[in-house]
T-cell receptor
Framework: LAKTTQPISMDSYEGQEVNITCSHNNIATNDYITWYQQFPSQGPRFIIQGYKTKVTNEVASLFIPADRKSSTLSLPRVSLSDTAVYYCLVPSGNTDKLIFGTGTRLQVFP | DSGVTQTPKHLITATGQRVTLRCSPRSGDLSVYWYQQSLDQGLQFLIQYYNGEERAKGNILERFSAQQFPDLHSELNLSSLELGDSALYFC??????????????FGEGSWLTVV
């Protein structure tokens, strides 16, 4: 099973870059890595998805090393509104179980 | 707006009762996933359906059941409710039976309070 491991929490200040790393040692060959953002009492929201190397969109970048056993979500110049829980998601082995890890609670301070 | 619709948004019921939560996936999506999230807890995978058939099962209690209908909407049935079943229940959908390179989209959840 492609269990994911992330830091439980992180603190940052407005304007800083935040990097959240997720380890997924047992990722399968065909699996993508997806990151979600969740605010309290809301459904998780898709941020970014990647397979290898680097992916960038308007809100974040995702870095994936060659061995794909980890990935790093990079949030440039965070603001207070980026305070949320961030999950990386990798499918569990050859099943369709989409099991989320504990997530990383990011707190951004003014 | 993710395009995934869940009803009801809020529900309060007594212990021992039975409730049904409903999910309408995004247009064209064949897969539906159900998750449970208790207060300040993570997302617990319950079950997944693809085009009407059960595809994967997580730690879903025997008191809980789900189904996906021909029109692709899904229902999660929770019976013999206990206080510990109070949680936010999320539905998500995707257009494939395995994530691979696509994305699942979440609804806003159904708040269940058991008193």
């Amino acid at each position: 099973l492609a269990k994911t491991t992330q830091p439980i929490s992180m603190d940052s200040y407005e304007g800083q870059e935040v990097n959240i790393t997720c380890s997924h040692n047992n990722i399968a060959t065909n699996d993508y890595i997806t990151w979600y953002q969740q605010f309290p009492s809301q459904g998780p929201r898709f941020i970014i998805q990647g397979y290898k190397t680097k992916v960038t969109n308007e809100v974040a970048s995702l870095f994936i090393p060659a061995d794909r056993k980890s990935s790093t979500l990079s949030l440039p110049r965070v603001s207070l509104s980026d305070t949320a829980v961030y999950y990386c998601l990798v499918p569990s082995g050859n099943t369709d179980k989409l099991i989320f890890g504990t997530g990383t609670r990011l707190q951004v301070f003014p | 707006d993710s395009g995934v619709t869940q009803t009801p948004k809020h529900l309060i019921t007594a212990t021992g009762q039975r409730v049904t939560l409903r999910c309408s996936p995004r247009s064209g999506d064949l897969s539906v996933y159900w998750y449970q999230q208790s207060l300040d807890q993570g997302l617990q995978f319950l079950i997944q359906y693809y085009n009407g058939e059960e595809r994967a099962k997580g730690n879903i209690l025997e008191r809980f059941s789900a189904q996906q209908f021909p029109d692709l909407h899904s229902e999660l049935n929770l019976s013999s409710l206990e206080l510990g079943d109070s949680a936010l229940y999320f539905c998500a959908s995707s257009d494939r039976d395995r994530v691979g390179g696509n994305t699942i989209y979440f609804g806003e959840g159904s708040w269940l309070t058991v008193v």
